[in-house]
């Protein structure tokens, strides 16, 4: 009997989420249609991590523009076939055969991806004044790639590279400090009271319902519209008032005038 054993082979693999990829791809499809002005089909290439000679074919030639967000730097990766391509369709013409960009071409190509750093936000880290791509000659230290291949109306590959390969997590952006000053909207809503249907149907806007059941009555406070607190009308001290439950073992009452 015969054993073959095969040689282990070690492969540096990424664990930055598909999902995540699939944001940025989302963002910039949906900017480049809105560019572009048509529907804009495009697959997206699963993230790796490129070897030192991957990296070095991916960049070699390529016209690079630098992303920093608030925890991570990113970079759109832009071969000269994609740039013509690119910059000759938002003028509605064929790309032909690969060339220099002009230096119009050049400002819309740049603008074009002003656009679509915006989508980025989601794996760098937003800003409060926004995300801007900023040419530059290279990058360094960049990690995670993946690609968006454009078939229509474009035929072109946008190449992504991220300094990390985990998306930053959610935290929340505000303090409770924060919100001290905000104004909203409180409502209390008590169950109606027992009132005869002709007496009802002659109620005009403006005129006043008695309450004839001296407790009993449920309240619900809404806050913006959603349910805060539930309690009971009553009387108290000639006047009506509204014991608020604020937690199972706690009540506190108030009395506002009628």
């Known amino acids: 009997m015969t054993r073959r054993v095969r040689p282990m082979i070690f492969e540096s693999r990424t664990a930055f989420p598909v999902a995540a990829a699939c ?3 989302n963002g910039v499809r949906e900017t ?3 560019l ?4 804009i089909e495009l697959r997206l290439l699963e993230p790796a991590v490129p070897s030192k000679n991957g990296w070095r074919a991916i960049l070699e030639g390529a016209r690079l523009y630098l992303i920093q967000g608030t925890r991570a ?3 759109i990766v832009l071969r000269p076939d994609a740039c013509i391509a690119l910059a000759t369709t938002a003028f509605g013409e064929d790309a032909g055969a690969t060339r220099p960009l002009s230096a119009v071409e050049t400002t819309v190509l740049d603008r074009i991806v002003g656009a679509l750093a915006g989508n980025f936000a989601a794996v760098c880290g937003g800003r409060s004044e926004g995300l801007f791509a900023e040419p530059v000659e290279s990058i360094e230290g960049l990690l995670t790639y993946f690609e968006l291949a454009l078939s229509l109306p474009v035929s072109a590959s946008i190449g992504i590279a991220l ?4 998306p930053p997590e959610c935290s929340g952006g505000l303090r409770l400090e924060d919100l001290f000053d905000m104004e909203i909207e409180v409502c209390v809503r008590t169950e109606g009271a027992v009132v005869p249907a002709g007496e009802l149907a002659a109620v ?7 309450i004839t059941v001296s407790t009993g009555l449920t309240a619900v406070a809404t806050v913006a519209g959603r349910p805060l607190a539930r309690g009971e009308c009553g009387v108290r001290g000639n006047r009506f008032a509204l014991a608020i ?3 199972p073992c706690t009540e506190r009452e108030s009395g506002p005038e009628s």
């Open 204 to 210: 005009e806007p403006g005129e006043i319902v008695p």
């Open 163 to 166: 300094a990390s390969q985990h």
């Open 245 to 247: 439950g604020l937690s």
């Open 32 to 34: 480049l249609a809105a």
């Open 36 to 39: 572009l002005q048509t529907p």
């Open 73 to 75: 730097q990113a970079a």
């Open 23 to 25: 944001i940025v791809a």
